[in-house]
């Protein structure tokens, strides 16, 4: 969400993330981006119009970060509803990785 404000100039009050567990034995989850107001705003379709370069974006400020697993600066995401248990750093720069 740090990097959304750096390469889409949106709002981070238009545009929010949740992440949801899908039902089943797998442990799959899938992330979405979603505008927050009623009929939308564009700015979730700004999230994918930039999704490489916002996954560059990402990945710089995670690894200027000199935390070890995720902290308030790089990938916490404050409001989260697990309270941020499911994140790693590690894996989030993998994932970033694939995205760029």
Do not use: W
Not at 9 to 21: G, Y
Not at 64 to 71: E, I, K, L, Q
């Amino acid at each position: 969400m740090r990097a959304l404000q750096l390469v889409a100039r949106v709002d981070l009050k238009q545009v929010n993330f949740t992440v949801v567990k899908e039902l089943g034995e797998n442990n799959d989850y899938t992330g979405y981006f979603y505008d927050t107001s009623d009929g939308g705003n564009g700015a979730a379709e700004a999230v994918f119009k930039h999704l490489p370069k916002l996954a560059s974006a990402a990945r710089a400020i995670a690894l200027d970060c000199n935390c070890d697993t995720g902290c308030a600066k790089c990938i916490i995401q404050h409001g989260c509803p697990d309270g941020n248990t499911a994140l790693l750093k590690q894996l989030g720069l993998v994932l970033l990785d694939a995205i760029a």
